[in-house]
């Protein structure tokens, strides 16, 4: 029997849920991957030819993270409200706070005017949620085209909006709007492409999760063989193989959704860890975390026989990503302790 994807359609279903987790577990390996020392190049492989091609495959495996995360919020919709952009606005000023002043304490080196800024969105820190929060503004008028559209106009909007993106966003990236992926309207896409799957359930998303997981490792096998082609410039040099916007990877993306979107298990653990993934992403990318603490970590880690750092390096990830979940705690104690105070009964419905 085949699974079906309306059985994952339930709020807080597990699968669904630790895929959150994945995929923030997913960014934070993908940011220290390169960041340590850099895209492996010829020069690398010919040095050490496993390691290097061990952090090519770690890169095309990862890369689906962000995607994946977008995904998910297509696949049950925005429904704006005030308590959520308020709530995701305060975990970001949490982080940002206590991160600083923990930077402070330690006595790092960093700019006060830039962490103010940071604190009210107007540096360069979080691209990611700068672009969702137009994705949520965005949200009544997709789910508008959503709740109108038949399933031919629906399925020509997204195949084109794909052709148009893969074509000039990321084979002759000319439209700089896509940037790559890094970008609203990139989510906009993500966001249609969920929201089609799941209202209409075409052919290729009915099969089986072992199958969706097949074609996910396949896809990823054909990422990482061109980022080997990449690293001896073999692939023309305006196209980049982990861009977020590439066909492979978006399609790469899609299908680990459609694996976690059908694993039929339920996990009060995993339900509640998943409140505090973003928490992963805020934690590890702040400046008075990411280069003076991660970075170093991972790149002595990165530094060993690849025999090591295959089993050393996500064990160093979990540490990061475990630490993010538990300040995270303390930012829901705060917020379920401060919230309620200026709210009224019928805005904290």
């Not at 799941?198 to 998303?205: D, M, S």
Request: aromatic letters at 16%; charged letters at 10%; a positive charge.
């Amino acid at each position: 029997m085949q699974e079906s994807i309306q059985s994952s359609q339930k709020p807080r279903h597990s699968g669904i849920e630790s895929l959150r987790l994945v995929s923030m577990f997913f960014i934070l390996a993908l940011h220290v991957n390169y960041y340590a020392f850099g895209a492996p190049t010829s020069t690398d492989f010919q040095i050490n030819p496993l390691g290097s091609f061990l952090r090519i495959l770690f890169e095309s495996i990862t890369i689906v993270g962000v995607n994946a995360f977008v995904l998910i919020s297509g696949w049950f919709g925005i429904r704006p409200k005030a308590r959520s952009v308020l709530s995701l606005l305060f975990q970001c000023g949490f982080f940002c706070c206590v991160l600083y002043t923990a930077g402070w304490l330690a006595g790092l080196d960093f700019s006060r005017r830039d962490a103010l800024k940071n604190l009210f969105f107007l540096g360069k820190l979080n691209w990611f949620i700068k672009s969702y929060l137009l994705l949520y503004i965005l949200a009544p008028v997709l789910e508008g085209f959503v709740a109108n559209s038949d399933k031919r106009t629906f399925g020509i909007v997204v195949a084109f909006f794909f052709l148009f993106q893969s074509l000039y966003g990321w084979l002759y990236p000319v439209a700089k709007f896509f940037d790559g992926g890094y970008s609203t309207i990139s989510f906009v896409g993500l966001y249609l492409l969920a929201r089609f799957v799941r209202r209409f359930q075409p052919r290729f998303a009915t099969r089986p999760a072992g199958a969706d997981l097949s074609v996910y490792l396949a896809l990823t096998a054909t990422i990482a063989g061109l980022g080997v082609l990449a690293a001896f410039g073999k692939t023309p040099p305006r196209i980049d193989v982990y861009a977020y916007c590439s066909p492979l990877v978006v399609a790469s993306s899609l299908f680990l959704f459609l694996f976690f979107a059908k694993l039929q298990f339920s996990s009060i653990i995993v339900n509640e860890a998943s409140r505090s993934s973003y928490a992963i992403y805020l934690f590890h990318s702040h400046p008075c975390v990411c280069h003076p603490l991660l970075i170093p970590a991972a790149a002595s880690v990165l530094d060993r026989e690849p025999e090591y750092y295959a089993l050393l390096l996500p064990l160093l990830l979990f540490a990061f990503a475990i630490s993010a979940v538990l300040l995270d705690r303390v930012r829901l104690l705060l917020w379920n302790t401060i919230f309620p105070m200026f709210m009224s009964p019928q805005q904290l419905s």
